[in-house]
């Protein structure tokens, strides 16, 4: 009912915009002739970033007037109504990476390929992939996170463990039971929801290339890629080495400044998190570092992606090319990127930004470590994970199946098939060749 009264409430102030122009690389191109004030919905650290931006953007855009608009709750509903009433709609809006996809097939987002297309390879293709739908651009890549693991270095001096040393998951494995043993399972190596297993699924299947939907959206979880995560999954709850705690939940939280866990494999925009815990959570303080993530296989891929954000222009904004604008200057130069990244750690998707010597600043908070330059190191490698319009949903349906397998004692040698005949029925998506 809020969200109907929130949709009649943008019908009542404003009209259809089916009419608004499209964006030109003409329009975008005169900016003397942009003007006016730019609506823009983001939220939290992001939003926050935005509006700091605002002041430089100005200088170069001195008639246009962003407004940045720290809305959260119900934002991303509130953006499908207005999007399907063609009323009501920001001109720009933030939207998470996962997600993007669900609303680029809607048809409601401006087709942004004039003007954006060139920049196509300044993104990792991983990012920009997700951004395109029928050989157009509806979104730009915002912030990424590219993974490592956040390790507690007095635990891993304490028991003897050289972070250096670990290339594979097969040697992340050893040293967790080296770690478990010598405290007596006091200290686990890291946390593992098992409610909330496709999180680490999507870590490692970006790092063998495997796909839960192929490139015509069809199903392909079942296939040998499928196998090798839940293998190393496997392993990982059967070493006891994994603490099931909550994602994000008060356990998970409170690890972070205690000695219950020893590494947090996770994306960059992480390390914010840990600065912000520190000083809400009792405990004794940690001192911390990064090391890369490890393959599968030794000389495999050491990075993947977990989050991120895109930008995005509805199509009824009528002032696309003021728009345009301030997304561009944002996103697609070095100069927005890296401010945003100084002020909120927000890492960047844009390439060239991350050429540049602020990722190679020293971070006091984890001994020194340049830890901007060892996420930048792989991010333009990572490959292409297939996240369609289904995308969220089954993720649901992967969390609960994962979750019966581990509860059935991960015995059952079927759990792909009946993941994939799940989404075949739940989803009515084909299956594809590896089915």
């Known amino acids: 009912m809020l969200l109907i009264g929130i949709m009649l409430a943008g019908c009542s102030a ?62 991303e509903a509130r953006l499908l109504l207005s999007l399907a009433s063609n009323v009501g709609a920001p001109d720009i809006s933030q939207l998470q990476c996962e997600e993007a996809s669900h609303y680029v097939c809607t048809g409601k987002l401006a087709d942004l390929t004039a003007v954006a297309a060139s920049y196509q390879k300044d993104f990792p293709a991983s990012l920009w992939h997700n951004c395109v739908y029928k050989g157009h651009v509806y979104a730009i890549p915002w912030d990424m996170g590219p993974c490592a693991v956040y390790y507690k270095r007095n635990i891993f001096r304490q028991y003897g463990i050289d972070p250096q040393k670990i290339e594979t998951w ?15 399972g006091q200290t686990k190596m890291l946390p593992m929801d098992t409610g909330a297993l496709a999180t680490m699924y999507q870590l490692l299947i970006q790092q063998n290339g495997g796909q839960i939907f192929d490139d015509n959206g069809r199903i392909v979880v079942n296939s040998p890629q499928s196998r090798q995560v839940l293998d190393v999954i496997q392993r990982m709850l059967q070493a006891g080495i994994c603490s099931n705690v909550k994602l994000w939940g008060q356990e998970f939280m409170a690890g972070l400044n205690n000695d219950t866990i020893a590494t947090y494999p996770e994306a960059a925009w992480f390390a914010g998190t840990i600065k912000d815990a ?3 959570y009792g405990g004794k303080r940690q001192s911390w570092g990064v090391f890369r ?55 960047p998707a844009y390439l060239p930004a991350l050429r540049s010597s602020v990722c190679d600043e020293p971070d006091p908070f ?57 989404l075949h029925r739940r989803l009515g998506v084909p299956y594809g060749h590896e089915e």
């Open 278 to 280: 520190a000083p809400d």
């Open 366 to 422: 984890f001994g020194g470590q340049r830890i901007g330059r060892l996420f930048a190191g792989d991010a333009a490698k990572m490959n292409i994970l297939n996240r369609t319009a289904d995308w969220m949903e089954a993720l649901g349906y992967l969390n609960q199946t994962f979750s019966k397998w581990v509860d059935d004692g991960m015995t059952d040698g079927h759990v792909l098939d009946e993941l994939a005949q799940k």
């Open 14 to 75: 404003s009209r259809p915009a089916t009419d608004a122009p499209p964006l030109t690389a003409v329009a975008a191109s005169q900016p003397d002739r942009l003007r006016g004030t730019v609506e823009v919905w983001s939220w939290n650290i992001a939003a926050k970033s935005l509006q700091q931006l605002t002041p430089a953007f100005r200088q170069h855009y001195p008639a246009i007037a962003p407004n940045v608009d720290m809305t959260g709750a119900n934002m």
């Open 170 to 184: 097969d040697d992340f494995i050893a040293a967790g039971r080296q770690i478990l043993q010598k405290s007596h």
């Open 293 to 347: 993530l490890p393959a599968l296989v030794k000389g495999g891929l050491r990075t993947s992606n977990l989050g991120g954000s895109v930008l995005v222009i509805p199509q009824q904004c009528r002032k696309k090319a003021a728009a345009w604008a301030f997304l561009r200057y944002a996103l697609c130069t070095p100069e927005g990127q890296l401010a945003m990244y100084k002020s909120e750690n927000l890492f």
